[in-house]
């Protein structure tokens, strides 16, 4: 598969404010390895190959172990993540499916997010899946390969 066209010249400002993004996430505190995890399962919803190989590349790099990159799109059955990993992850596949649920984000996976996380981790986190759909949305729509 070919790229329809980059963004990186024609939308410079809407990249950079994107960046900008995620640079606030990254510096957020919350644990990169969540982040990445996040991202991952975010991107395998959505259907992005080009930030399914990037996000998980990224975590191997940065120590995730094989069995939890292997079965984050199987988490609620699988026995390697924690609560708080599995609130997070509750949290950004609800939201990144908002339009299957009337009532958008149900109050039990938010009130459960809230249980685990304060205010301004839960912001981070919620700032994170929408950045990652946007992204998700920006590479599916300009059809990015995944690279090598």
């Not at 809407?14 to 606030?24: D, I, S, V």
């Not at 109050?107 to 899946?129: F, G, K």
Request: charge should be negative; include cysteine; aromatic fraction near 6%.
């Amino acid at each position: 598969m070919q790229a329809r066209m980059s963004v990186l010249k024609p939308a410079a400002d809407g990249y950079k404010a994107m960046l900008a993004l995620e640079a606030y996430i990254n510096a957020s505190g919350v644990p990169h390895r969540l982040l990445d995890l996040i991202r991952l399962r975010v991107s395998q919803i959505n259907g992005c190959a080009y930030c399914v190989n990037m996000h998980a590349r990224d975590a191997k790099k940065a120590g995730e172990t094989d069995e939890r990159l292997w079965s984050v799109a199987a988490w609620r059955e699988s026995p390697f993540y924690t609560d708080e990993e599995r609130a997070a992850l509750a949290l950004a596949e609800a939201a990144t499916r908002i339009g299957d649920n009337p009532d958008g984000v149900p109050d039990d996976v938010w009130n459960d997010a809230a249980d685990h996380y304060d205010e301004e981790s839960l912001a981070a986190l919620v700032m994170t899946i929408a950045a990652i759909n946007a992204w998700n949305r920006i590479n599916v729509t300009l059809r990015n390969p995944a690279s090598n």
